[in-house]
């Protein structure tokens, strides 16, 4: 037996979530369709560990897992076996022995989302199952400016929805970048993890500020307040991308980089 680590692309619309509903087998999960495929190319049953649980309708095109395996297969094996049964929806794009001390979720030292906002006053037709939208002009600038002070160590309560299982609110966020396209706005946000609804609840606080409803210094206001009920609400789940999971070198783990144009705008 030996541990092995994938990566993984998939579009979240048609799923639960990306972890598998143990009492209810008839709801589709991402991580149901991904033991099935490991398993099928195993030929024996696999249980995986993700590096982000992701809610339903968030994609990912840098999602990283692990699992162990006893078949003697080569790397390409892996691939292209498991996306021979897979989805269309859901694709493994590499595949890597690890050492035993790897844990996807565990190893992980850094986690980058993307939000993608398609900002007009037309609904978009294409995409959309892809793309937030927000009718209300934005300014990217603002929203940028005010998102910097949430850079550091921080409690981050007033962006944790309930339901939220972490023992802790406390997170270090690495880097925020707020940048315009056209029509387009990326939110590009790595910390070392994120509470439950976190990315959605700040962006959710961004519109309200780049809106124009709110000044810049109330995104310091509502970190400040460590209450959700201060906060504003949820940006829907359909423009948020787990879009890369960062670790130490020794694992040799190459992040995900899409060549697909919206997830790089800005």
């Not at 024996?44 to 990283?64: E, F, L, M, N, P």
């Not at 793309?131 to 944790?160: I, N, P, T």
Request: proline share 3%.
């Amino acid at each position: 037996m030996y541990k092995l680590a994938l990566g993984i692309e998939y579009v979240g619309t048609n799923y639960s979530g990306w972890q598998r509903q143990v009492q209810k087998s008839q709801i589709l999960s991402v991580q149901a369709e991904i033991e099935r495929a490991i398993s099928y190319v195993a030929n024996h049953k696999v249980s995986t560990i993700c590096a982000g649980r992701t809610d339903a309708g968030v994609h990912a095109y840098g999602q990283v897992v692990h699992c162990e395996v006893m078949a003697d297969r080569s790397m390409h094996g892996w691939v292209f076996g498991c996306n021979s049964v897979l989805p269309r929806d859901i694709r493994v794009l590499w595949a890597k022995i690890v050492p035993e001390d790897f844990d996807a979720r565990r190893s992980a030292i850094a986690r980058q989302y993307k939000y993608i906002v398609y900002n007009s006053k037309m609904r978009p037709g294409l995409l959309y199952e892809y793309l937030a939208w927000h009718y209300r002009a934005l300014d990217a600038e603002k929203m940028h400016v005010a998102a910097q002070d949430w850079l550091g160590v921080h409690d981050f309560s007033s962006f944790r929805s309930a339901g939220c299982q972490s023992l802790s609110p406390v997170r270090d966020m690495l880097s925020i970048q707020v940048c315009r396209s056209g029509e387009f706005i990326t939110f590009d946000i790595t910390a070392n993890a994120f509470l439950y609804h976190m990315i959605r609840n700040m962006v959710g606080v961004l519109f309200e500020i780049g809106g124009g409803k709110k000044p810049v210094a109330w995104a310091k206001e509502v970190l400040a307040v460590k209450n959700r009920s201060k906060a504003s609400i949820t940006a829907p789940a359909q423009g948020l991308y787990l879009a890369g999971v960062r670790y130490p070198e020794r694992f040799q783990i190459v992040e995900c980089k899409s060549g697909l144009w919206f997830f790089n705008q800005g």
